[in-house]
């Protein structure tokens, strides 16, 4: 399922009550917060520091960074919502993730992570939040296309907690699953 990109406009109202430090596997914490309009250049750096196979496992190949730095910024804490995963005292970000709606009750879901912080839990977590976020929209499921190669992300998918239904697509890997762990 392929959502496009779409005009949206920020929603006035920030959801701070989002946001929460949280401890990784390895001990160590990192902020994650709804993407506000601020961030514009910290997610630019962020996605310029991405090697590229972390750029080609996420977009499916090497691509316009301004448009992804576009797509990533475009949020009405709705139908679109991001969060970032921010470390230390400058708030460096570390990842990015998203979920973009595309039907009443189902929305399409995606993340990058800084490469020097893969397996540390970062997007496993960014999931959690995100579910969160969309279940109180009435968005019921999610979806992701993945790679057969990126076994970290499927990977997360599959150690998420979340029942998963998986099947393979056209060249990717489609995974599918709740919001909720309420039957």
Do not use: K
């Not at 998918?157 to 998963?164: L, T, W, Y």
């Amino acid at each position: 399922m392929n959502c496009a990109l779409a005009s949206v406009e920020p929603t006035p109202t920030y959801p701070s009550g989002d946001a929460a430090d949280v401890a990784l596997r390895d001990g160590s914490t990192v902020h994650i917060r709804p993407v506000r309009i601020e961030d514009r250049s910290a997610i630019d750096v962020f996605l310029h520091r991405l090697s590229p196979q972390s750029i080609g496992f996420r977009f499916f190949g090497q691509i316009d960074l301004h448009w992804v730095l576009e797509w990533a910024m475009q949020v009405d804490y709705v139908d679109r919502y991001a969060f970032v995963a921010c470390n230390g005292p400058s708030g460096e970000i570390v990842a990015h993730g998203a979920y973009i709606r595309c039907s009443s009750d189902a929305a399409e879901v995606a993340f990058v992570v800084a490469d020097e912080w893969q397996d540390h839990g970062i997007a496993t977590i960014l999931l959690a939040h995100l579910a969160a976020a969309a279940e109180r929209q009435g968005i019921s499921s999610f979806t992701a296309e993945v790679l057969p190669a990126n076994h970290r992300m499927i990977d997360v998918f599959r150690d998420s907690g979340f029942p998963i239904t998986q099947r393979t697509g056209d060249g990717v890997i489609e995974i599918e699953l709740p919001t909720s762990f309420a039957t």
